[in-house]
């Protein structure tokens, strides 16, 4: 069965330092990968998307960039947090069949940039 | 672009009885999907129930039912029997058939299921 794995779960970060949040997925080949970010009391904001290997296309302008080394490891980076960044990050990942396709999500990371 | 409205920030419902959350969108799309996600205290987001646009039958998912008008762009989501677990925040989302899982989402409903 196909499994996300998201980490860290909580991270506090000072302002001004760099950030790296690793997502893999397991069970599954050429997923679609996504990064979503929820502010605190709001919904979700699509920030990345990965169809492949180093195929990024971002959704909004922003502090952060996202990589994708391999086809089920998806990176989410930032060389200078700003106290905007904090949020709680979601990955997730996708695969299209004949009949639909189906989004499933990491247990995601709170960051708190202080 | 496509925007998702939820217009109750808040609800609650008894234990045992129903409630209805709403659920209303924007878009110039002819085929799309919508949603319904729910995020309890874990903060695990979980999908619910699946509607296809091109579908005139409204989905349902054991005790959790939509009303879908696609004239009105309204999507609600009905909770029978509400239960204790139902408690959490519940999202709308939209999704245009050609952007794979890219979806666009409501600003969520936090409901109570109150004993």
């Known amino acids: 069965s196909q499994t996300i794995h998201q980490w860290p779960a909580t991270l506090v970060q000072p302002v001004g330092s760099p950030l790296s949040l690793e997502c893999t997925v397991e069970?599954?080949?050429?997923?679609?990968l996504y990064w979503y970010r929820q502010a605190a009391g709001r919904g979700l904001q699509l920030l990345f998307y990965s169809v492949g290997i180093g195929q990024i296309s971002s959704e909004v302008p922003q502090n952060l960039s996202a990589s994708r080394p391999q086809d089920r490891q998806f990176i989410l980076s930032s060389k200078k947090l700003l106290l905007s960044d904090s949020g709680f990050y979601l990955c997730?990942?996708?695969?299209?069949?004949?009949?639909?396709?189906?989004?499933?999500f990491g247990s995601g990371t709170q960051l708190s940039v202080l | 672009a496509q925007t998702v409205t939820q217009s109750q920030p808040e609800m609650s419902v008894q234990e045992a009885e129903t409630v209805t959350l709403s659920c209303t969108y924007d878009?110039?799309?002819?085929?799309?999907?919508l949603f319904w996600y729910k995020q309890p205290p874990s903060r695990q987001m979980i999908l619910v129930i699946r509607?296809?646009?091109?579908?005139?039958q409204n989905a349902t998912e054991n005790r959790f039912s939509v009303n879908f008008q696609k004239a009105a762009k309204s999507f609600s989501l009905k909770i029978s029997d509400s239960q204790l677990g139902d408690t959490a925040m519940y999202f709308c989302a939209f999704m245009k058939e050609t952007s794979g899982s890219r979806l666009t989402f409501g600003e969520g409903t936090q409901l109570t299921v109150n004993p």
């Open positions: 997730a990942w996708s695969v299209r069949t004949v009949f639909d396709e189906k989004l499933f």
């Open positions: 878009t110039s799309e002819n085929n799309y999907y």
């Open positions: 069970g599954t080949s050429n997923p679609n």
């Open positions: 509607q296809e646009a091109y579908k005139q």
